[in-house]
C-alpha cells in the first residue's frame, strides 16, 4: 500500500468497486476489517476478500498467502464449499496448488524397452508439487463441482461429483438412438444459470433433457439464450457414492 501511495480509504473504495464489477459482496473491504488482516487480528480472511486485496495492490496468489501466512488447504477447501447448492467451476490453481503426487525415480541402469516387473526398475519414489506439472494440464480443461441442487445428470454425475470439462468440445451433435451412458454430457450456462445436462438441437432451438431418473423436465432455449461451455469428460464421484457401490 506504501509502495503504491494508497491509503486505507482507497483500498476500502477500490474494493467496493470490484464488488460491484463482480457482483460479489463478499469482494468489499471495510476499514476496520483492512486494519485487522494488516495487523494479523484475521489471520484467515475470506477468498473473495483476498482476490480483491490481490488486485487492488497487483499482487500474485502466492505473494498475498505467503504475506498473511494463508493456509494453503484452506483455498481449494473454501473453493468446494462455496455456493455448494449451485453448479459451479473450481479455478485449476485452487486445485493444483500445494498438493503433492508420487512419480517414480526409475534406475539408471533399468532397460523399460524391454518387458519386466516395473517394480524392479524403480530406484525411489519422489513426492513432487502438483503446481510444478499444471504446464502439462490444457487450458481448455476446467474443473467443475455439482451443485447440491443440480440433479440433471443423476446418477451419470450427481450432486457433489467433480467433474473435468472440454471446453473445445462445445457441439451439441444430432441425436442419436443411444442410452443416456453413451451420450454427451454438457455443462451448460442457463437463464437460471449453471448446470450439468444433456442437450439435442431442435431447429433454432436447443432442448436440454435430464436423464430420465433425475425427475426433471426438459427445457426449451433459443440458441442465443444459453451458452455450452464444453463436454464433460472425467467424474470424480463423492465419496459417499463410492462407499454406497462398493458394499456388497
Excluded at 52 to 69: P, V
Excluded at 150 to 160: E, H, R, W
Aim: net charge neutral; with cysteine.
Amino acid at each position: 500500500m506504501r509502495l503504491l501511495g494508497l491509503s486505507y480509504k482507497d483500498v476500502v473504495s477500490e474494493s467496493e468497486r470490484l464488488a460491484k464489477l463482480y457482483s460479489n459482496s463478499d469482494m468489499r473491504i471495510g476499514k476496520s476489517t483492512l486494519g485487522d488482516i494488516i495487523s494479523g487480528s484475521i489471520r484467515q480472511p475470506a477468498t473473495a476478500k483476498l482476490d480483491s486485496l490481490r488486485i487492488i495492490l497487483n499482487l500474485s496468489r502466492t505473494d498475498i498467502d505467503a504475506a498473511i501466512g494463508l493456509q494453503p488447504e484452506r483455498r481449494f477447501a473454501e473453493q468446494l464449499e462455496m455456493s455448494r447448492a449451485r453448479t459451479h467451476e473450481v479455478p485449476i490453481d485452487a486445485v493444483t496448488r500445494h498438493r503433492r503426487v508420487r512419480l517414480p525415480i526409475v534406475r539408471d541402469d533399468a532397460k523399460l524397452e524391454r518387458t519386466q516387473f516395473f517394480a524392479g526398475s524403480i530406484k525411489r519414489w519422489a513426492n513432487v508439487e502438483v503446481e510444478y506439472l499444471s504446464s502439462f494440464y490444457p487450458p481448455y480443461l476446467c474443473y467443475v463441482v455439482v451443485g447440491e441442487e443440480d440433479a440433471n445428470a443423476a446418477p451419470i454425475a450427481p450432486p457433489g461429483s467433480r467433474l473435468i470439462v472440454n471446453k473445445l468440445l462445445n457441439k451439441v451433435l444430432p441425436a442419436e438412438n443411444v442410452s443416456f451412458h453413451e451420450r454427451e454430457l454438457f455443462y451448460v450456462m442457463t437463464p437460471n444459470g449453471l448446470t450439468c445436462v444433456y442437450a439435442e438441437v431442435a431447429g433454432e432451438k436447443i432442448v436440454l433433457i435430464p436423464h430420465p431418473a433425475s425427475g426433471n423436465m426438459r427445457e426449451e432455449f433459443h440458441r442465443d439464450e444459453i451458452t455450452i461451455i464444453g463436454q464433460v469428460v472425467g467424474v470424480l464421484y463423492p465419496a459417499a457414492i463410492v462407499r454406497d457401490r462398493e458394499q456388497p
